[in-house]
């Protein structure tokens, strides 16, 4: 199982750090990727990483704003965002799929667990 925390309300320019614990199983060899939805909108990928090599991937809505980085012995994937902005508004998850798949081509289909989401709001 996989739980997603640390969301919040941050104003715009802002930064926070979102965490995804997983229990009942070891994220030494997973891909976890962190997707969010906005109320009314899609769920969609934000990045990914690979906890077996630390592989990373960033879609173009978070690139250069964002670091995934993960303790394998604390079995958590981190999500660091700076630089928010209002359109970052939304829930977030963390989801896995086992392996060490080739990052770019993940999606949410792609994915096997997931864990609830943490709300993230980005308001003045």
């Known amino acids: 199982q996989l739980q997603a925390s640390g969301g919040g309300l941050v104003q715009p320019g802002g930064s926070l750090r979102l965490s995804c614990v997983a229990s009942g199983f070891t994220l030494d060899y997973y891909a976890i990727g962190w997707f969010r939805q906005a109320p009314g909108k899609e769920r969609e990928g934000v990045g990914y990483?690979?906890?077996?090599?630390?592989?990373?991937y960033y879609e173009d809505s978070i690139k250069g704003r964002a670091t995934i980085s993960s303790d394998n012995a604390k079995n958590t994937v981190y999500l660091q965002m700076n630089s928010l902005k209002p359109e970052d508004t939304a829930v977030y998850y963390c989801a896995a799929v086992r392996g060490s798949p080739y990052l770019p081509a993940l999606n949410y289909a792609s994915m096997d667990y997931w864990g609830k989401g943490t709300l993230v709001t980005v308001s003045s």
């Open positions: 990483i690979s906890t077996w090599d630390g592989r990373t």
